[in-house]
């Protein structure tokens, strides 16, 4: 059956990447009671970087998860990327801070940086309508059926259109191509305007694939190719694709469900949630957020548009999340800590994984962690608990 990322099942459809913010705040959620308490109080007085071993080591022996990669970025240089546990259960095969693996919708932020560079490069206005950077009529047509849909929109997820529409595929399969996808012609249904555009924020996998074709049509180059070149070479993500190759398909880390089944491999659409990493190069994304990335980050855009990437578009409305006032932005989640402290954020859920990055550009700290087992939340609960706590910063109570 269908998997929205969140550990719910959707309408029989095979689709993924929709990752609910009550997901993502859940998923944050600070020791509530019940959850497993992975540190004692004098483990709480160690270092970060031990606090975060602690954490995964006990998860993988307590057979919480199969495998946990981390990485923390401290004074804006890297102050740790590890591993714990297997990427392959049933071959042995440990996991290891360099092990390719899929990061779900942390392939969102990553494709804003894209896009603002190619809106940078090529003058486009990100509140024009997007149909003029369109050339499929048809395409047009049926997905955004006369409305003016603008790339702020679609980037901020106030586009008004429908949620879903992104297909799960073996990875020994080709990817349907991006304009069938969005028309209904795979195996999900077609995407469509639901609401109103810009009127309020509503999570859209399927705005981020209109995005993807926006990139490919206007550089003429696949969109693994693009990112490679313009967002992962320069930030020196080098083992960082948005393309499953054989070679690849080889050496990424197995997913496991939460009942301990071996999820077949597969693979999704880039923009949406395709983007494959490790934590040594996550760690490199996330010190680009800090004072001391700035001038790696000059290399794909200005510094205005990095203002632009983590300016809040849309109050994130979700009743039950605890959180009085949160935001996205292009391609962020964002909000302030009671001291002022602007945390910016993404987390992501695929079938057999989960995975979360965590930056206070400020205060020049940030991590990233994953795991490839569906249970993989409460661990990085604890971990975001850890820092936060670390680094005095007070989340609220369901982040």
């Not at 609910?20 to 497993?36: D, H, I, N, T, W």
């Not at 605890?322 to 009671?338: I, K, Q, S």
């Not at 939340?377 to 910063?393: I, K, P, Q, R, T």
């Amino acid at each position: 059956m269908p998997f929205d990322g969140a550990g719910m099942l959707l309408r029989p459809a095979a689709s993924a990447c929709r990752i609910p913010v009550l997901f993502v705040l859940a998923l944050c959620a600070c020791s509530p009671s019940g959850e497993r308490e992975y540190l004692s109080d004098a483990d709480k007085q160690r270092p970060i970087a031990d606090q975060f071993a602690i954490i995964a080591e006990t998860a993988v022996s307590e057979a919480a998860v199969e495998g946990v990669q981390f990485a923390l970025v401290e004074e804006g240089e890297i102050l740790l990327t590890e591993a714990a546990g297997l990427a392959d259960r049933e071959s042995s095969v440990p996991m290891t801070a360099r092990t390719p693996i899929n990061v779900a919708s942390i392939s969102k932020p990553l494709t804003a940086w894209g896009l603002i560079a190619l809106a940078e490069r090529r003058n486009l206005d990100l509140d024009a309508s997007v149909s003029g950077l369109l050339s499929n009529d048809q395409l047009v047509d049926d997905v955004l059926s006369g409305h003016d849909v603008s790339l702020r929109m679609l980037l901020s997820h106030t586009s008004g259109l429908s949620g879903s529409s992104v297909p799960v595929v073996p990875a020994t399969d080709p990817l349907p191509d991006i304009a069938d996808i969005l028309q209904g012609k795979s195996s999900v249904k077609r995407a469509r305007i639901e609401r109103s555009p810009g009127q309020e924020f509503s999570y859209s996998g399927a705005g981020y694939l209109v995005l993807q074709q926006v990139i490919e049509e206007q550089t003429r180059m696949r969109f693994a190719v693009y990112m490679k070149s313009t967002v992962h070479r320069p930030a020196q993500m080098l083992e960082s694709t948005f393309s499953l190759s054989p070679a690849l398909r080889e050496d990424i880390a197995t997913y496991y469900r939460g009942n301990g089944r071996r999820r077949d491999p597969y693979h999704l659409p880039g923009a949406a949630g395709g983007l494959y990493s490790t934590a040594d190069d996550m760690a490199r994304y996330i010190a680009l957020y800090t004072d001391s990335g700035q001038a790696l980050r000059k290399r794909i855009i200005s510094e205005d548009g990095f203002t632009a990437l983590l300016s809040p578009v849309a109050r994130v409305d979700e009743s039950d999340s605890g959180v009085d006032e949160l935001y996205y932005a292009l391609g962020h989640y964002t909000y302030e800590t009671p001291e002022g402290t602007k945390i910016i954020f993404h987390a992501g859920g695929n079938p057999g994984l989960r995975s979360l990055f965590v930056v206070a550009p400020v205060r020049n700290i940030g991590f990233f962690a994953v795991t490839n087992n569906d249970r993989g939340s409460d661990v990085l609960s604890a971990m975001l608990s850890a820092w936060g706590d670390y680094y005095g910063l007070t989340v609220h109570s369901h982040f």
